[in-house]
Antibody
Framework: QLQLQQSGPGLVKPSETLSLTCSVSGDSMISDVYWWGWIRQPPGKGLEWIGSFSSSGITYHNPSLKSRLAVSADTSENQFSLKVNSVTAADTAVYYC????????????WGQGALVTVSS | QSVLTQPPSVSGAPGQRVTISCTGSRSNIGAGYDVNWYQQIPGKGPKVLIYASSNRPSGVPDRFSGSKSGTSASLAITGLQAEDEAHYYCQSFDTRVSESEVFGGGTRLTVL
């Protein structure tokens, strides 16, 4: 059974960098079928796709976030990371990592979610 | 504003049938891209209910079904149960601005 476990600070100061890691267990991240992605959900609001990448290094980002975004993977550790720089209160959200079946495609396994609050 | 438009809320009595619409445009659903549906119970993460417009993952009851036509898609739930009370989101792919996965704004289903 695939599991995605998220970790990272729950509080980030404005203008600093938000960093989250997603550890994958139960299967290898290396695949021709599966991509890996990040989605966020501001409190009381809907879902917003952040970005997705393949194990071969192809990456797609939400254009509204692209300039502040960095997604990386360590396939030897079977984990991937998200960094969002220059954060503001608008970046306060529950962040989810997920397995992305094909691109474009759907998200079949999700992490537990991590609330990140941007506040001084 | 979401690229995919869903009604903010729908409701139905136990046992009834409800549908949730997801309206897009020629740059997403109308371009032939699949629609996926997720259920999010309050306080929990999303769970995929329907993928590729009409397919159910194993373990999802056949009370849930999806369809797509033109620039819209629908999720139908028959035999409504109290446990179906949740938020539902559609998701597709859009090429108007950039190649992006996009979500609808979500629909809150209330079981009366």
């Amino acid at each position: 059974q695939l599991q995605l476990q998220q970790s990272g600070p729950g509080l980030v100061k404005p203008s600093e960098t938000l960093s989250l890691t997603c550890s994958v267990s139960g299967d290898s991240m290396i695949s021709d079928v599966y991509w890996w992605g990040w989605i966020r959900q501001p409190p009381g609001k809907g879902l917003e796709w952040i970005g997705s990448f393949s194990s071969s290094g192809i990456t797609y980002h939400n254009p509204s976030l692209k300039s502040r975004l960095a997604v990386s993977a360590d396939t030897s550790e079977n984990q991937f990371s998200l960094k969002v720089n220059s954060v503001t209160a608008a970046d306060t959200a529950v962040y989810y990592c997920a397995r992305h079946v094909y691109f474009p495609g759907y998200f079949d396994y999700w992490g537990q979610g991590a609330l990140v609050t941007v506040s001084s | 504003q979401s690229v995919l438009t869903q009604p903010p809320s729908v409701s139905g009595a136990p046992g009834q049938r409800v549908t949730i619409s997801c309206t897009g445009s020629r740059s997403n659903i109308g371009a032939g891209y699949d629609v996926n549906w997720y259920q999010q119970i309050p306080g929990k993460g999303p769970k995929v209910l329907i993928y590729a417009s009409s397919n159910r993952p194993s373990g999802v009851p056949d009370r849930f079904s999806g369809s797509k036509s033109g620039t819209s898609a629908s999720l139908a739930i028959t035999g409504l149960q109290a446990e179906d009370e949740a938020h539902y989101y559609c998701q597709s792919f859009d090429t108007r601005v950039s190649e992006s996965e996009v979500f609808g704004g979500g629909t809150r289903l209330t079981v009366l």
